[in-house]
């Protein structure tokens, strides 16, 4: 049974989101709170699988709270305002529900925390979670260790990759993978030709990107952040490959 607690000074969200998790077996919703100070206190004294988290509240905001805390539960925050979407992917949040959200919404988002969750629970030390292929290899490939099993995928499919406290979600063409590993044992793995750091939470094929600025860039659709202390090695990489 994962345990979870809600953040949020506003009743009704808090309502509503407990009627959707009526219809969600397996999660056990452990408190409700309408400030952060008092989620923070019982989140340094229990154990939480996951949490909802309003981003703007009174005294603390949502990601104030993420910063005090050394190991936070998974997070998925809640928030009417869009203008924080960017700024979340700094705290490797696993989703961002954007209020008012539907039932299919909320459900999508719980299926990935749930799932995460089930890879963290399953942790074994002594199994090698990433295979490089052999030097010389015609198509480049890594075995994933996902699900207890070892799939094979191609370098070239790779879009990017995402850092999720102790591992990291692997996003391809054919889908996504999680595996047990850091995200600098990942990129250490991986060949400096064809991929790039550039944050602390991300890695991206350089092949996919779209498009790019001095504070995020697009891989497959989706804005990424560039974190200030890769900035310059991305910018110095990318600007390789620009026509003025």
């Known amino acids: 049974m994962l345990k979870c607690i809600i953040v949020d000074d506003d ?5 509503l989101i407990r009627s959707h998790l009526e219809h969600v077996s ?7 709170f309408n400030n952060h100070v008092h989620a923070l206190t ?9 949490m909802f988290l309003d981003i703007r509240m009174t005294k603390l905001t949502g990601l104030s709270i993420l910063e005090m805390l050394p190991k936070p539960p998974l997070v998925i925050l809640t928030t009417i305002h869009r203008e924080f979407t960017l700024e979340s992917y700094n705290y490797q949040v696993v989703d961002y529900l ?6 299919n919404r909320f459900l999508k988002t719980v299926g990935k925390v749930m799932q995460l969750c089930k890879v963290l629970q399953q942790k074994n030390e002594n199994q ?3 295979q490089v292929s052999p030097v010389g290899t015609n198509t480049p490939f890594v075995y994933i260790k996902s699900d207890r099993q070892h799939v094979k995928v191609l370098l070239d499919e790779i879009q990017y990759i995402e850092s999720m406290r102790n591992h990291v979600r692997i ?10 590993l850091g995200i600098s ?16 939470g991300y890695i991206v094929a ?11 860039l697009v891989v497959a659709r989706k804005l990424l952040p560039i974190g200030q202390l890769y900035k310059k090695e991305v910018l110095k990489k990318l600007s390789v490959h620009v026509i003025q």
């Open 98 to 103: 954007l209020k008012p959200f539907s039932f």
């Open 128 to 130: 090698v979670p990433v």
């Open 171 to 180: 996003f391809t063409d054919k889908g996504t993978h999680l595996t047990l």
């Open 11 to 15: 009743e009704m969200a808090i309502k």
């Open 185 to 200: 044992e990942m990129e250490n793995k991986l060949p400096v030709q064809r991929f790039l750091r550039i944050h602390k």
């Open 42 to 50: 019982f989140l340094q004294g229990n154990e939480v699988d996951f």
């Open 206 to 216: 350089l092949g996919r990107i779209e498009q790019f600025s001095q504070s995020s």
């Open 26 to 32: 397996d999660v056990e919703i452990l408190a409700a």
